[in-house]
Nanobody, 119 residues
Framework: QVQLVESGGGLVQPGGSLRLSCAAS????????IGWFRQAPGKEREGVSC????????YYADSVKGRFTISRDNAKNTVYLQMNSLKPEDTAVYYC????????????WGQGTQVTVSS
């Protein structure tokens, strides 16, 4: 059974930090890229960051570049999203998803974790 479980969300003040985790099971970890997405109320889902399975290359949306860092621990089948200098506009439900290395769409999704940036 495929599972992606996000954790680490919460309420943080502007300028603060959070680290999200995405723990995966039920599929061949080494063959999947992992992405983070977010969706704010009334807005479309947007891609935030992703990390490949092969060479660890990364992608960041312009809105988070320089503030967020994605990493993966292959021994733990876990991907992290370190979020620094958080802004109120980062408030959203954050989802992780897995994409097979030769595919263009994400096959598996987690249930999401809420991140709220507010004073």
């Amino acid at each position: 059974q495929v599972q992606l479980v996000e954790s680490g969300g919460g309420l943080v003040q502007p300028g603060g930090s959070l680290r999200l985790s995405c723990a995966a099971s039920g599929f061949t970890w080494d063959y999947y890229a992992i992405g983070w997405f977010r969706q704010a109320p009334g807005k479309e889902r947007e891609g935030v960051s992703c990390i490949s399975s092969s060479d660890g290359s990364t992608y960041y949306a312009d809105s988070v570049k320089g503030r967020f860092t994605i990493s993966r621990d292959n021994a733990k089948n876990t991907v992290y999203l370190q979020m620094n200098s958080l802004k109120p506009e980062d408030t959203a439900v954050y989802y992780c998803a897995a994409r097979y290395l030769t595919e263009r769409t994400y096959d598996y999704w987690g249930q999401g974790t809420q991140v709220t940036v507010s004073s």
